[in-house]
């Protein structure tokens, strides 16, 4: 810490990590969860400025990844690449993406007086969070991933968000290098419009294009003019590669050719996953072998096209939390010639309370190929609604099966997959949790 901290800051920063460890031990040996958020919350009431104090101590700085999609698989990948150089790493991997989960994190690799020895710390935020955080963090890297509508209930439409993370960001060192996806219109702009040093990913693979824009699209209007913008094509929502008619506005060029790239797991949302984590991780120097070698056996993190076996059975769990990520694991499992699918659909907090977004899911494609479909969770009937108003004719190839208890979800499900075939899970978030609790016998929080 040497002379940065002032003794009195150290005595206070000292007693807020040693209450917060002391919190954290008792819960995880009472089995009442990972202590991923309450050690940081207690620990910021003793010296508010925590993340300050622990962030200026990570010797090659803080990584930040934003966004409403992808945050944890693409902070995962990034951290296994920098591990596999010997790396030390500071790392919020429970997925606790506030301020609290964010000090909670950084107190986990501190000694018991709040020294702080590591080489990165990769922290996924929040996107709504991200105005209050980049100050304190002084970030040496920002993955900006992608923003769609999601929780409306808490945050509001992506074009505020945009503004208020762009007004922030301006005011950050020119040191800085923010990393946006030049195929999200809105990103792209954010990263002309600043000082620092920026670089893009995105795609350039025209054969995946979408047969034509999903009508949960959420910003396909120029962000400088207010123009409808052209789209030669788009990969998922209003991703995809377009010029301003009106203005001089056209999607940026990404550092790295796509093409060239493979990707980690299933589904093309992981495409800009992996194309994130590279361009962060050869901007820090790391070479193009450890980088491609560390893709190539990656392992998905919890909920995220993770797959599991359960009683002799393959059971992949993709998380849906919102429109596009639905529409997205949709598509990964038409893909596939599996036919029984579960969806739980919960609205409780870190779901967000306002259901509605399940209307804009482009659940019909998931009817049409027929099969099973199991449906569970707080609002099981909600979903199968949505369901029922799917279905296209009287005549419908879909077994449609409603079970408010989701342990008999799961059991039912499995029943009706065959045993060459994989069980499908696309819960929401709080479900996630409980879909593995069920699988697995443990909790994550």
């Not at 429970?94 to 301020?99: M, R």
């Not at 995220?304 to 992949?316: F, I, M, N, Q, Y």
């Not at 075939?421 to 929401?428: D, G, R």
């Amino acid at each position: 810490m040497g002379n940065k901290i002032h003794f009195i800051d150290r005595i206070r920063l000292a007693l807020a990590v040693s209450i917060a460890k002391s919190i954290t031990f008792l819960v995880r040996s009472l089995r009442l969860g990972a202590a991923s958020v309450l050690p940081g919350s207690l620990a910021r009431r003793i010296e508010p400025r925590i993340l300050q104090l622990l962030s200026q101590q990570v010797k090659n700085g803080i990584i930040i990844i934003a966004g409403t999609n992808g945050k944890t698989t693409t902070s995962l990948l990034l951290r296994s690449i920098l591990e596999r150089r010997g790396y030390s790493i500071a790392h919020n991997s429970t997925g606790a993406n506030l301020e609290n989960g964010l000090a909670t994190a950084l107190i986990e690799s501190t000694n018991i007086l709040g020294a702080l020895n590591v080489d990165y710390a990769i922290l996924e935020v929040d996107e709504n969070i991200v105005p209050k955080v980049l100050k304190p963090l002084q970030p040496r890297i920002i993955l900006c991933l992608n923003l769609f509508r999601d929780q409306l209930d808490r945050y509001g439409e992506v074009d505020t968000i945009s503004k208020r993370w762009t007004k922030v960001i301006s005011t950050l060192p020119e040191t800085t290098v923010v990393i946006p996806n030049a195929d999200d219109p809105t990103l792209s702009h954010l990263g002309q419009q600043l000082d620092q040093r920026v670089l893009f990913f995105g795609l350039n693979e025209p054969e995946h294009y979408l047969e034509a824009i999903p009508h949960a699209v959420d910003s396909i209007y120029c962000p400088r003019c207010g123009a409808s913008l052209n789209y030669q094509g788009v990969y998922l929502s209003h991703l995809g590669d377009f010029t301003c008619p009106s203005c001089s506005f056209s999607k940026s060029k990404p550092t790295l050719e796509s093409r060239e790239w493979g990707q980690i797991l299933v589904g093309l949302y992981n495409k800009y996953n992996t194309l994130a984590a590279a361009t962060a991780a050869k901007e820090l120097g790391v070479d193009e072998i450890t980088i491609r070698d560390t893709i190539d056996n990656f392992q998905a993190a919890f909920g995220r096209a993770e797959e599991l076996s359960v009683d002799g059975k393959r059971v992949r769990i993709l998380l849906s939390k919102n429109p596009v990520g639905t529409n997205e694991t949709i598509r990964v499992v038409t893909q596939s010639n599996d036919k029984t699918t579960l969806l739980v659909l919960n609205d409780r907090t870190p779901d967000g309370t306002d259901v509605s977004w399940i209307w804009d899911v482009d659940t019909e494609k998931l009817v049409e190929r027929g099969g099973t479909l199991v449906v569970s969770g707080d609002r099981v009937y909600d979903m199968a609604l949505r369901l029922r108003y799917s279905e296209k004719t009287a005549e419908s190839k879909v077994n449609l099966i409603v079970e408010e208890d989701l342990r008999q979800a799961i059991a039912t499900a499995l029943e009706h997959t065959p045993a060459n075939e994989t069980l499908h899970i696309l819960p929401t978030y709080s479900a996630m949790l409980e879909v593995r609790e069920v699988l697995t016998g443990r909790k994550i929080l």
